[in-house]
């Protein structure tokens, strides 16, 4: 999805973990990246305005059922080299954790400024908003040694996620629900190949997904007053929401499946060729992580109150002004101002690899050589 998700496409070839400097974008994951989180600004924006209108809640609940799974898989397949390296595990610190920290620390200082909110705590463990992606891809990362590892691996991540959501106990701690409940789309994508993709892109599945998608919208305007939209969320047990323990399983065997398929649907309609877009996919992290501040905004200030807004008309211009919004988020200028914060490089944190310092000395001793050579030639 993000930059710990690289678009550089991995050779099947390849044996050396270490990225090759000369591989080249995959435009299509560039083209999925930016698509969905266009979906996830233009959902979050939707969230406030919902309330009155069935039809925006069901293309709400639409979205929400198939956005992040997409960022999800995504993520996994570029997961697959992650071996635990020193390389590996310092770009898991600098993309992940490090910008998790400050952003699990400047939303709520925000809240504080902005919403005139003193109370609001800052807590490294209860991850806040769109931090929590940040939580759980790190925690997933590190276990995607282990299910490349079993035999079966995507009925075990199921068969987990199905035993968090029938036990309230897990609490909040680094929002373990959402974690585990999600997980099986992470090792999911771990077990994906790129012609798995190629496949759900032919013509024949793209021609398919559209009475899918309308199946699924029709689907959702029926549920919105039969189904409680926080299912979608992944962050609670059946018993929070209200449920027998045992719809918790059925439910997360019946999301995944629904999930899935609009997941292929959307694939199957991303452009695979280089758009205007495809360069904002190397941006996403930038766009998903300060979007929620102009969001935030928004509502602390009652801009979303405004009765024009709940009107048709008021929830498209808001629908096109946050896509736009999220849209110069991922722009090249943006990126370089909050690249500290983003993509920090931190080679001072680090200690320097013993095989690339001792490889740094053979070329050190070889160039000397050659120049030893030269002049006594």
Request: glycine letters at 6%; aromatic letters at 14%.
């Amino acid at each position: 999805m993000f930059h710990a998700a690289s678009s550089l496409v991995p050779s099947s070839r390849s044996r050396s973990p270490s990225p090759r400097p000369f591989a080249r974008r995959d435009a299509f994951f560039d083209n999925a990246k930016y698509l969905a989180i266009v979906l996830v600004a233009v959902g979050h924006s939707w969230e406030p305005l919902k309330g009155g209108s069935r039809v925006l809640q069901a293309a709400y609940m639409f979205v929400y059922t198939f956005h992040m799974p997409a960022f999800i898989v995504v993520s996994g397949f570029f997961s697959r080299s992650f071996d635990g390296s020193p390389h590996r595990l310092k770009r898991l610190i600098t993309g992940v954790a490090v910008p998790y920290v400050v952003f699990e620390t400047a939303y709520p200082i925000f809240r504080r400024v902005v919403d005139h909110n003193p109370a609001q705590e800052i807590s490294l463990l209860d991850p806040w908003y769109l931090t929590w992606f940040l939580c759980a891809l790190f925690i997933w990362r590190l276990t995607a040694p282990v299910w490349k590892l079993v035999r079966h691996p995507l009925p075990l991540a199921l068969g987990v996620a199905m035993l968090a959501a029938l036990t309230p106990g897990l609490g909040d701690d680094l929002d373990l629900q959402r974690v585990l409940q999600f997980l099986p789309y992470f090792v999911l994508g771990l077990s994906l190949r790129p012609e798995h993709f190629r496949l759900v892109r032919r013509r024949s599945v793209r021609i398919a997904a559209v009475p899918v998608f309308a199946l699924a919208l029709t689907f959702a305007y029926w549920a919105v007053p039969r189904m409680n939209a926080s299912w979608l969320y992944h962050r609670d047990a059946a018993q929070e929401l209200g449920a027998p323990w045992w719809t918790g399983p059925v439910m997360q065997l019946a999301l995944f499946g629904s999930s899935l398929l609009l997941t292929a649907c959307f694939f199957s309609w991303v452009p695979g060729r280089t758009m205007w877009f495809t360069a904002l996919g190397a941006g996403t992290l930038y766009g998903y992580l300060l979007h929620g501040f102009l969001i935030k905004t928004a509502d602390y200030r009652g801009w979303f109150d405004h009765p024009a807004l709940h009107r048709p008309l008021g929830e498209i211009a808001v629908s096109v002004a946050v896509a736009v919004a999220v849209t110069l988020l991922c722009t090249p200028p943006v990126r370089r101002v909050f690249r500290f914060a983003i993509e920090p490089k931190m080679e001072w944190a680090f200690k320097r690899d013993a095989a690339q310092l001792a490889r740094e000395r053979e070329t050190r001793r070889e160039t000397r050589r050659v120049e030893d050579g030269k002049v006594r030639a």
